[in-house]
Every structure is written in C-alpha cells, then in structure tokens.
C-alpha cells in the first residue's frame, strides 16, 4: 500500500503492539498507544508519518486510545487516529474534550465500532448515534460515502464501522474512496486524499552511475582553453560546469524522480506468486470462495525525520520556513559574536597580514598547482553527494587529459588573479540533529555544507601545496 499510494500519515487502529517492542517503518516515523496490559481492552492505535514531510506528535489528555500528530502536507494539518472497542461506554464530554485539544485543521480517523445510517450501515446502533451527536453538535463533516469498510470473516458479511471525519474547512478539499484490497486484515483502507494531484514531493533524480557510458562522457566532456580563459572567472567556472553536466546528463542515465519503493530482501518469486494468487482468489471470493491470509514481515531501519521547529510561541511547519529558521539559527551560532576572544583576536591579525602572489621570493602559496597535485586531490576525495552544481567527483575522474588540463588551468587562474568564483560562495546545508536533543529547537541542529566537488577539489590542491612547502 505504501509503494502504491505514498501515503503523507498511514493511521492504524487495532494494532496489539507490546510497548516495549519498538515499531519502526522504513521511511515513515511512528507516534503509538498501546492497549493496556492485562485489561479485556483490544486494539491499540498508532500513526505513521511520512519523512518526507514535518510533523509533531501531539499530547493528548483522554482516557482512549488515541494518537495525533501535526503534519505538513501543504498546509499544517492535525490527524488524529483512534479505537473505541465494541462494549466501552464512552460518555459525550469524553469526545467533545478531545475536540478542545485538537489544533484545526484536524482529520479524524477511526473504528468507532459505530453502525449508522449515515456513514451506510443496515442498522442504527447505540454508539452510531453517539457519534452522530457528536458530529452535529461540534459542526464537523462525515467524508464517508456508501462504501463498506468491514468484512465479517465467519458471516462473509460487509459492514461500515470505520469513519472518516475532518473540521468544515478541509471537507471541500479532500477526496474520500475505501481501499478495493484487505491487505491481509478484515478493514478495507479508508483514503483520504486532496482533491487534485498537485503538490506531491519528489526525489530529486541522481545520476545512475553504474549505468554510465564513460566513453561517451569523456568525449562530450570537452573543456576547452577558451571556455576556462574568459576575463570573468565566474564566467569561466560556468563554462566548464555547464560542459560537464551537458556531458553527464547525454551518456549518464537518471533515476525516475517518483518516489522510491521499499523492496524486502526476502521477496522472492514465491512470495510473488502467492501475492498474486491472493488477489485472485479475493476477486473470486466476490463470486462466494474465500482467499487465505499471509502474514507480512517488517524491517528496522535507522531513518532522519523532517521536524517541526518552535521559536518561542511561534511553530515553523512549511518547508521554506524551517529552512528560513534553521538559516537563521546557524547564523547566529556562526557569527562573530559565538568566538572567543583569543580566536577573535587571532583571526584579525591574520586578515590584516596581506599575501604577495607577486613575490619574486617563492612561497609556499605563490606556486602554481600542477597536475600530479590535482590528480592526487581527486584521488584522495570520497564519493560524496554533489554541491549545487550536481558535478560528482566520478564525473571529474572521468575527463579527458585534455579536459582535466584545462581545469588545471582554471585553478591556477583563480589562484594566481585571486578571484572567488561567485558559484562557490553556495552550498547545500544538511541540519543534523545532536545526539539526544529535542528536534524542535533550531539550535540543536548541526549543519553540513556540501559545496561544490571543483570547490572542493581546490581547497584539497590548496592543503597539497601548503603541506609540500610546510614540510
């Protein structure tokens, strides 16, 4: 289902996890309770949220078994799961106190174990007017339609016991259908989903190296003397990363920027064809045959979520606004102010020392590079994700001499006329969070700048040079 639909928060309702057994899916964070042990009380309840997107986990004051997270998906949304077993009597201010903690937006998302003609139950029961009332007195809006969401295995029967319910702002933007497959429980998946298909996130493609036609790249890869020998060295730069990645993007495949599915090493063909056999025999069982169940494995993987950040009384949950808020952060941690005097103090009496690339003495930084030095920078640079200019160090490694003499040539330039290219001033900034620190404070983050491998690779031919002469 989460290859299929990528769904941004997956609720679950009768999940009989044993709390202290960790619960963890790739690619998605968990927020959980379980059902108290040793009481006749089922179920248990969870939400998972997607990675990709921010969310927080919301503290709820209720005695049911209830979970609600904020999530960002295009605008910050509360969802809510939760589980009323058959015979608990649960009183109205029970229901309407939750209502109180719930930050609109909100989506609710249950098994109620409520029949009621409203949501296309046969019958009307006493927990379905329940819920009736409590729809009509807090003005909220039912997406459910006449789908059944129940299969009754010993009866082979269909019921409606799960509901979808959400505050009257979110009611004209979402779309509402019940899953056709059980996925091997007896509730059909209710889908909640905006209305329209824009917004949905993407993987940035990345280079499909293994698949790479080297030869072709190092033909089209054609840096040349007038390209890297323009007056304006950003000017030059440009020429060659453009040459690169015109090079790159012809003889080296991309993957599909969709969403990656997540395979299990141990699918195999007979898992396949039991899966397929499955779905067949459920189709058959429209016609009165049942189908068999087959139980499903889980991986435990270590995953990065997308946090939701408070400044203050102030919560952050778009993307460009963490982003905004971390930069913020990492400015303040980075500025003058955050050193120490000594260093302070060191760092202007360095910067008033003046270099002399002119000398007629050699020094240690008035050298030009040569080649075997820059072809030890490449050899000594780890495969790393790529800067913003999304040049690899495999597709360095791949030019031509001709091509890798011209970029020599180019690093000499920028060394010799002392000029920045302005392109190497950006880099991509990583927050990673310390080690045991609330991820919703800003300042507990760490960043790690990937700038450019031709930016990386001359500050490598800088540290060769400097080292020679130093030793």
């Known amino acids: 289902m989460i290859n299929n639909l990528q769904p941004v928060c997956i609720g ?66 509360t969802v809510f799961s939760v589980y009323i077993p058959p015979h608990d009597i649960i009183g109205h201010h029970v229901l309407d ?10 989506l609710l998302l249950g098994d109620f174990n409520g029949h009621s003609a409203l949501w296309c139950s046969d019958v009307t029961n006493s927990r379905g007017r329940q819920i009736e009332r409590f729809i009509s007195n807090n003005c909220l809006c039912l997406l459910n339609n006449d789908e059944k969401t129940y299969f009754h295995e010993p009866t082979r029967t269909f019921h409606s016991l799960d509901v979808a319910i959400c505050s009257p702002t979110l009611m004209p933007l979402l779309d509402f259908n019940v899953g056709s497959d059980l ?17 949905a996130i993407q993987y940035p493609p990345r280079y499909l190296f293994q698949r790479a036609d080297w030869a072709k790249f190092m033909q089209l890869a054609n840096v040349t003397e007038p390209m890297v020998c323009t007056a304006d060295i950003t000017e030059a730069v440009q020429n060659a990363v453009d040459s690169i990645i015109n090079a790159a993007n012809h003889s080296i495949p991309k993957c599909s920027p969709r969403l990656r599915k997540f395979r299990r090493p141990w699918w195999n063909e007979a898992c396949r064809d039991s899966r397929r056999e499955e779905k067949k025999l459920w189709n058959i069982f429209r016609s009165k045959q049942l189908w068999k169940k087959v139980k499903a494995a889980n991986g435990i993987y270590r995953e990065f979520s997308f946090p939701v950040l408070n400044t203050g009384n102030v919560t952050h949950s778009a993307p460009l606004d963490i982003a905004n808020t971390l930069w913020h952060a990492f400015a303040r941690v980075s500025a003058n102010d955050s050193y120490s005097a000594d260093f302070r103090t060191f760092k202007n009496r360095a910067e008033r020392k003046a270099l002399r690339f002119t000398a007629r003495s050699t020094l240690p930084y008035n050298t030009e590079f040569q080649m075997f030095e820059f072809q030890k920078a490449l050899s000594l640079a780890h495969d790393t994700s790529p800067g913003p200019d999304g040049i690899t160090y495999n597709m360095l490694r791949h030019l031509n001499t001709t091509s890798l003499s011209n970029l020599l040539l180019l690093f000499n330039r920028i060394w010799t006329e002392q000029k920045y290219p302005s392109q190497w001033h950006e880099a991509i900034v990583i927050p990673i969070l310390k080690p045991g620190n609330d991820s919703s404070n800003p300042l507990n983050y760490r960043p790690i700048a990937l700038t450019n491998c031709l930016c990386r690779t001359f500050e490598r031919m800088v540290k060769i040079i400097i080292e020679r002469n130093l030793d």
């Open 12 to 77: 679950l309702q009768e999940t009989f996890l044993i709390s202290n057994i960790p619960l963890k899916l790739r690619g998605y964070n968990s927020v959980r309770k379980d059902a108290a042990t040793g009481t006749h009380h089922s179920g248990g309840v969870c939400i998972l949220t997607s990675n990709l997107y921010p969310s927080s986990p919301l503290t709820l004051h209720t005695s049911l078994q209830a979970v609600a997270v904020q999530v960002h998906a295009r605008t910050l949304v």
């Open 97 to 106: 106190n939750l209502i109180e903690q719930l930050p609109t937006p909100f």
């Open 183 to 199: 996925y091997n429980t007896d509730h059909f998946p209710l889908i909640v989903s905006y209305d329209d298909s824009g917004g």
